[in-house]
Structure formats: structure tokens, C-alpha cells
């Protein structure tokens, strides 16, 4: 049984940092890619991160610049470092984890990953 495991979300004030992280358990990956997505109330679930095996990483324009995807394949472990938050970063952050490696485009939609994590609350405050 696969497991993702969220950790390091919270409650940060506008221009603060937040470093988010995601073990997976239950199997090694191995030439797949893994993603970090965010779903505000009353909004549909969106990409905001992807990164394949070899450390190749796609991001959303909303946070390019700002947040940064990263990998420990020894460690099953993907990081988001979110740096110069802002009010509408809030939301919950989901880990992804697919089975295989992705194009650029598939990277961007929830169903081409198999495996979610429970989610992780960020809140900015103003």
C-alpha cells in the first residue's frame, strides 16, 4: 500500500517562507514523476509544481520565481520551499506521485497521477 505523507504547512504572514515535504512509503519510485498541487475553498484542485527523475522541474506562472520543487530519490522524498508567500497561496497543498515519467502538458492534470497524499493547510495572512 502506497502512502504520501505531507508535512510542514501552517500559518505564515505575507513575504514569510514555508517548506513543504512529502515521503512516500509502501514502494520506491523509480524514473517517474512526482507533482505538488493546491486547492483554495470553492476552487478546483491546480498545479503548481512537477518534477521528473532526473530533476527536470515545470511550474506554474503564479509561483515561478517564488516556490521551488525538489527531489531525494534515496530518500523517497519531494520538497516545495515556498518563499515570498502571498494571501492567495492559501490553500491545501497535495502531494502527487505517478507511476511513470509525464510530459509536460499531462504534468499539469490530477488524473495522471496514481498516488495523492492527505493535504497540508498553508495559510498567508495579510
Known amino acids: 500500500q502506497v502512502q504520501l505523507v505531507e508535512s510542514g504547512g501552517g500559518l505564515v504572514q505575507a513575504g514569510g517562507s514555508l517548506r513543504l515535504s512529502c515521503e512516500a512509503s509502501g514502494r520506491t519510485f523509480s524514473r517517474n514523476t512526482m507533482g505538488w498541487f493546491r486547492q483554495a475553498p470553492g476552487k478546483e484542485r491546480e498545479f503548481v509544481a512537477g518534477i521528473i527523475w532526473i530533476g527536470g522541474t515545470f511550474y506554474a506562472d503564479s509561483v515561478k520565481g517564488r516556490f521551488t520543487i525538489s527531489r531525494d530519490n534515496a530518500k523517497n522524498t519531494v520538497y516545495l520551499q515556498m518563499n515570498s508567500l502571498k494571501p492567495e497561496d492559501t490553500a491545501v497543498y497535495y502531494c502527487?506521485?505517478?507511476?511513470?515519467?509525464?510530459?509536460?502538458?499531462?504534468?499539469?492534470?490530477?488524473?495522471?497521477?496514481?498516488?495523492w497524499g492527505q493535504g497540508t493547510q498553508v495559510t498567508v495572512s495579510s
Open positions: 502527487a506521485a505517478a507511476q511513470r515519467e509525464l510530459s509536460l502538458m499531462t504534468m499539469l492534470r490530477p488524473s495522471a497521477y496514481d498516488y
